[in-house]
């Protein structure tokens, strides 16, 4: 049987593992380690990955919705500068 006073936690939990990433990412992409383009492959393919799974583990889904939904901390894909 499932402890549903332990259901906020876990959400909790989910929520802070899936936001650790989000800095590292801008990290890499302000010093230069990563360009744009690496940095919105990088995101579309987790992205790919979240679809992929919604069916089997619905909670990945909803994570997925609510980020795109969302409007902070900021947009899933950055500008590519164009070259002239």
């Not at 380690?33 to 940095?39: E, G, N, S, V, Y």
């Not at 995101?43 to 992929?52: E, F, G, T």
Request: charged letters at 30%; hydrophobic letters at 40%; zero cysteines.
């Amino acid at each position: 049987m499932k402890d549903e006073s332990r259901a906020p936690l876990e959400r909790d939990r989910r929520r802070l593992v899936s936001r650790k990433p989000f800095p590292f990412f801008i990290f890499a992409l302000v010093t230069g380690r990563i360009d744009a383009i690496r940095h919105n492959a990088a995101l579309q393919s987790l992205i790919d990955y979240l679809s992929a799974e919604r069916a089997t583990r619905p909670h990945l889904g909803e994570f997925l919705d609510q980020w795109r939904s969302s409007q902070r901390p900021a947009a899933i894909f950055v500008p590519v500068p164009t070259t002239e």
